[in-house]
T-cell receptor, first 112, second 116 residues
Framework: KQEVTQIPAALSVPEGENLVLNCSFT??????LQWFRQDPGKGLTSLLL?????REQTSGRLNASLDKSSGRSTLYIAASQPGDSATYLC???????????FGAGTILRVKS | EAQVTQNPRYLITVTGKKLTVTCSQN?????MSWYRQDPGLGLRQIYY???????DKGDVPEGYKVSRKEKRNFPLILESPSPNQTSLYFC???????????????FGSGTQLSVL
């Protein structure tokens, strides 16, 4: 059974810091991995999608990497801002069973 | 505007009273799915649909029903709600090519359900 773990569970940093969020998964039979952002009381917004054949994706200050064989992904946020405060979730889409398995998320707080 | 619309936003009901949460998308997506989000457990998939008239169980389907009669709509039905179904529910949609999700998932704003 696929298990997705996100570390740390919570993170508080001063504005301007570069930071890394980690996502690990136990079963490497995945089609792709997505990183989402969730603001309080709102739905999830997809930030980056990495196909299993890709190593990384970039969007603005965000960069996500994927090492499928070792079961790891990282989300790098450059020059963090208070507006980046949210919960960040990763999810893997399995090669079998059409399953999308989510991690529990990392709660990020960026202090001004 | 491309969006996934869920209704209602908040719902309080009593045990055993049938209810339906609606979900509609305007992006012509083949794939639609329902999730519940509980503290400490993250998001868990309830049901999903790869296209009209094609639905399948996710990880936690017990106590729920779905139907996909039209491409844009995917309602979630609780025939006899119980307190353990109190949760935050999300509908999502995406493009499904050949039965596989290769594109980003779009989520609705969520429905907070309380079953007393």
């Amino acid at each position: 059974k696929q298990e997705v773990t996100q570390i740390p569970a919570a993170l508080s940093v001063p504005e301007g810091e570069n930071l890394v969020l980690n996502c690990s998964f136990t079963d490497s039979a995945i089609y792709n991995l997505q990183w989402f952002r969730q603001d309080p009381g709102k739905g999830l917004t997809s930030l980056l999608l990495i196909q299993s054949s890709q190593r990384e994706q970039t969007s603005g200050r965000l960069n996500a990497s994927l090492d499928k064989s070792s079961g790891r992904s990282t989300l790098y946020i450059a020059a963090s801002q208070p507006g980046d405060s949210a919960t960040y979730l990763c999810a893997v889409y399995m090669e079998y069973g059409n399953k999308l398995v989510f991690g529990a998320g990392t709660i990020l707080r960026v202090k001004s | 505007e491309a969006q996934v619309t869920q209704n209602p936003r908040y719902l309080i009901t009593v045990t055993g009273k049938k209810l339906t949460v609606t979900c509609s998308q305007n992006m012509n997506h083949e794939y639609m799915s329902w999730y519940r989000q509980d503290p400490g457990l993250g998001l868990r998939q309830i049901y999903y649909s790869m296209n009209v008239e094609v639905t399948d169980k996710g990880d936690v389907p017990e106590g729920y029903k779905v139907s996909r009669k039209e491409k844009r709509n995917f309602p979630l039905i609780l025939e006899s709600p119980s307190p353990n179904q109190t949760s935050l529910y999300f509908c999502a949609s995406s493009t499904g090519t050949g039965g596989v999700l290769y594109e980003k998932l779009f989520f609705g704003s969520g429905t907070q359900l309380s079953v007393l």
